[in-house]
T-cell receptor, first 113, second 125 residues
Framework: AQSVTQLGSHVSVSEGALVLLRCNYS??????LFWYVQYPNQGLQLLLK??????LVKGINGFEAEFKKSETSFHLTKPSAHMSDAAEYFC???????????FGKGTRLSVIA | DAGVIQSPRHEVTEMGQEVTLRCKPI?????LFWYRQTMMRGLELLIY????????DSGMPEDRFSAKMPNASFSTLKIQPSEPRDSAVYFC???????????????????????FGPGTRLTVL
C-alpha cells in the first residue's frame, strides 16, 4: 500500500522568499515520487519526478525536490518565490511510471507581494 | 501534440440524468487513467486502462459508474443515474511506457509520467 502526507494545507510566503512544501510518503516498495501543480480551473501539470538515480531532482519553473529515503520525504523547494507560483501543489506516489498515482491532499501556496 | 483532451469542460445536469464524459489521450500513450477530485476526498483514482483493457476499476464508486475504451484514442466515463454527490471535477490522464508501447507507436516517447487533461467539472443538481 502507498500513501502521501502533505504537511500544511496552506503555505504563505513573501515574493522572493524560499518556498518549502513538505511531503512524506509511505510505500512497501521503492517509490516513484511526483510533484504536480494545479492552477485555478486547470488540470495538473507535472513539476518533477523521482524514479531512480540522483536523489536531487530538478523540475520546471525553478523547483526542485530531494528524495530522502531515511526520512521517507520528498520536499519541494524553490529559492525565490514568484507571484506566478501561487497555485495548489500535489505530491504523489506510485509503484511505477504507469501505475495509478496516490495523491496527497494538496498544499495551496500563496505568494504575498 | 494537443495534449489530453476532455469534453465537455463543464456539465450541469439534474439528478437521475445520464452523464457521459469523454477523453482523448495523447497519441501513442497506452495507459489511460480516470481520476476524480472533490473537496472531501481529494484526488482519487476511478479506473485505468492499458492498451484499451481495464486493469483496475476498484475505485469506481458503484454500479452507476462505467468506463469504456473502445480504441486507443477515445475513452468514456458514464454515470447513470447521476446523483448530487457525484458533483466533482473528473480528470483523464495518459502515459506511456517507452519499452512496451510499440504497438501504439509510442516507442521513443520519453517517460514523463502522467499527463492530465483540463478536467470536466460536473454539477448534479
Amino acid at each position: 500500500a502507498q500513501s502521501v502526507t502533505q504537511l500544511g494545507s496552506h503555505v504563505s510566503v513573501s515574493e522572493g522568499a524560499l518556498v518549502l512544501l513538505r511531503c512524506n510518503y509511505s510505500s512497501s516498495v521503492p517509490p516513484y515520487l511526483f510533484w504536480y501543480v494545479q492552477y485555478p480551473n486547470q488540470g495538473l501539470q507535472l513539476l518533477l519526478k523521482y524514479t531512480t538515480g540522483a536523489t536531487l531532482v530538478k523540475g520546471i519553473n525553478g523547483f526542485e525536490a530531494e528524495f530522502k529515503k531515511s526520512e521517507t520525504s520528498f520536499h519541494l523547494t524553490k529559492p525565490s518565490a514568484h507571484m506566478s507560483d501561487a497555485a495548489e501543489y500535489f505530491c504523489a506516489v506510485s509503484f511505477s511510471g504507469n501505475t495509478p498515482l496516490v495523491f496527497g491532499k494538496g498544499t495551496r501556496l500563496s505568494v504575498i507581494a | 501534440d494537443a495534449g489530453v483532451i476532455q469534453s465537455p469542460r463543464h456539465e450541469v445536469t439534474e439528478m437521475g440524468q445520464e452523464v457521459t464524459l469523454r477523453c482523448k489521450p495523447i497519441s501513442g500513450h497506452d495507459y489511460l487513467f480516470w481520476y476524480r477530485q472533490t473537496m472531501m476526498r481529494g484526488l482519487e483514482l476511478l479506473i485505468y486502462f492499458n492498451n484499451n483493457v481495464p486493469i483496475d476499476d476498484s475505485g469506481m464508486p458503484e454500479d452507476r459508474f462505467s468506463a469504456k475504451m473502445p480504441n486507443a484514442s477515445f475513452s468514456t466515463l458514464k454515470i447513470q443515474p447521476s446523483e448530487p454527490r457525484d458533483s466533482a471535477v473528473y480528470f483523464c490522464a495518459s502515459s506511456t511506457d517507452p519499452r512496451t508501447s510499440y504497438r501504439t507507436g509510442g516507442v521513443g516517447l520519453p517517460d514523463r509520467g502522467q499527463f492530465f487533461g483540463p478536467g470536466t467539472r460536473l454539477t448534479v443538481l
